[in-house]
């Protein structure tokens, strides 16, 4: 099932997509909205009022209370900057001031000359969970949606922190919604890739990535509690590349769809 959040006429709701195109044509007229009672962590019940996609605006899929990052978990992009494999997970925290939705605007930071794209795979967490065994991970996964880790790469390696490259407002476009029927090993082996005004930037498979999903969140959680809409980006393949003012960037997982924004002017 793919759940979105979304606004229509000054409220907010979760829904269910529904149609048969393509999930990548978030935009589609022939998609509808099957507005979900309550909230979609716990049991729900489709509510069977539905609004046309096209009828609503998109918002961010989840509102997390945290957003736990992995840096250079895709060897090929280690490379590319000139760096090593860590030999543990490299985590750090996105605001959740920094998330926004498909169609907002990235916000170029008045502080960078060089910012770039990272297309990612999100992992959104279902339940409030510590300590997860392995074995337990599945159940703790509310499912899967797109992610850009946007960053200021040249206060990235000026400052050498990351809060401020990685975490400034409008850096974590999120969407358009989280693909709930997906078992950990299908998400583990998914096409990814962005693209900059229609140009293939970046193209990898998430079965690249270095420490796999059931990796990350015994490894997170080892340290935190993570709660329902937490989200856990898992790293980017290479290709990484700068973002202009005017730029659009899309993101496409297999089997999730296309988060889509654009690049403006800060102010």
């Excluded at 992992?123 to 797109?146: L, S």
């Amino acid at each position: 099932m793919r759940i979105a959040r979304f606004s229509i006429d000054g409220n907010v709701a979760f829904g269910a997509v529904e149609g048969e195109e393509p999930a990548e044509s978030a935009a589609s007229g022939g998609l509808v909205l099957d507005i979900i009672k309550g909230i979609p962590y716990t049991d729900f019940e489709l509510s069977g009022t539905k609004v046309p996609l096209s009828k609503v605006r998109l918002l961010p899929p989840v509102l997390p209370n945290k957003v736990v990052a992995i840096g250079r978990n895709y060897a090929e992009h280690a490379a590319e900057l000139g760096n090593e494999v860590p030999d543990v997970p490299v985590a750090f925290f996105k605001p959740t001031t920094s998330v926004i939705g498909p169609g907002d605007a990235i916000e170029y930071p008045s502080f960078s000359n060089e910012l770039h794209h990272e297309a990612e795979l999100a992992v959104v967490i279902g339940r409030m969970c510590r300590e997860v065994p392995r074995e337990r991970v599945k159940d703790v996964i509310f499912g899967y949606t797109c992610a850009n880790d946007v960053t200021a790469r040249d206060a990235q390696q000026r400052e050498k922190q990351w809060a401020r490259a990685k975490g400034f407002d409008t850096s974590c476009p999120l969407g358009p919604w989280v693909e709930t029927d997906l078992s950990i090993a299908a998400a583990s082996d998914l096409t990814i890739q962005a693209t900059v005004n229609g140009e293939q930037r970046q193209l990898g498979r998430t079965s690249d990535m270095i420490r796999s999903i059931e990796d990350l969140v015994v490894h997170i959680t080892e340290a935190m509690t993570l709660l329902p809409g937490d989200v856990i980006l898992t790293g980017t393949p290479a290709g990484v590349g700068p973002l202009n003012v005017g730029d659009e960037v899309a993101v496409t997982i297999e089997g999730i769809g296309t988060l889509t924004n654009k690049v403006i002017k800060r102010g």
